[in-house]
């Protein structure tokens, strides 16, 4: 089954609000990844509100959490968090 992300929109980038994820696996980590690189060509970020710590574990263990600008609920980067 397919679900729909989340997505705010804030000055011409997206936040993807994962706050409610309690499972991923390789296919919703490969959505996540394509959808990040086309946002960088396009000129825009693809940032994430913090999913729950399981969730973030698997995003570790996959090597994927660095990759993923992560952002408060209120679209502020956490320190430390944020991929360059």
């Known amino acids: 089954m397919r679900r729909r992300f989340d997505v705010e929109a804030r000055a011409g980038d997206v936040i ?3 706050r409610a994820v309690t499972f991923i696996d390789a ?6 990844m ?3 690189a086309p946002a960088h060509s396009d000129g825009f970020v693809l940032s994430v509100i913090p999913p729950t710590p399981s969730v973030t574990r698997v995003l570790h263990v996959a090597e ?3 990759l993923l600008p992560v952002v408060e609920a209120a679209g502020r980067p956490r ?3 944020s991929a360059s």
């Open 16 to 18: 993807l609000d994962r």
């Open 27 to 32: 296919r919703g980590i490969d959505l996540l």
């Open 34 to 36: 394509r959808h990040d």
């Open 64 to 66: 994927t959490w660095p």
């Open 79 to 81: 320190a430390g968090d």
